[in-house]
């Protein structure tokens, strides 16, 4: 598969992310479900939630719009080794706070490392 195609997966692969956080209000029935918790701890989350939809929405642009830019420059190759890094702590992170035996946290865990995979295979195509 060829360095375009690979870095357009990456960025339907984080639009679908931002697709998916928008999502949790819904899917977890805030700010209801967080009724339990400090102000505090309810505005972090939700803020941290509106931050990632946000960070995922620009890594899908820049996918989408400078392949080139991303796969051949330092700064681009510096963006996927970062993103390839964010999955794959995301991965690691999802065993340690989320310990449930889901078939969605297993889908979760499968897409987090795809992610991880998917930034770097540019990586190592130069």
């Known amino acids: 598969m060829d360095t375009d195609t690979i870095i357009l997966l990456c960025g339907l692969h984080s639009l679908g992310f931002a697709l998916f956080h928008t999502a949790f209000w819904k899917l977890f029935r805030w ?13 972090i989350l939700q803020i941290a939630n ?6 995922f ?3 899908a642009a820049l996918c989408f719009l400078f ?6 420059t330092p700064l681009g190759r510096t963006l996927l080794v ?5 999955w794959l702590l995301r991965l690691v992170v999802q065993f340690v706070f989320l310990r449930v035996d889901s078939a969605m946290v297993h889908v979760l ?11 770097a295979l540019p990586l190592l195509q130069q």
């Open 67 to 72: 392949p080139e830019a991303l796969a051949t």
């Open 57 to 59: 929405l620009f890594v």
């Open 31 to 43: 700010p209801l479900s967080l009724g339990d918790t400090t102000l505090a701890n309810r505005a």
């Open 109 to 119: 865990s499968v897409l987090f490392a795809v992610g991880a995979v998917l930034f």
């Open 50 to 55: 509106v931050q990632l939809i946000w960070i």
């Open 82 to 86: 970062g993103m390839s890094v964010f």
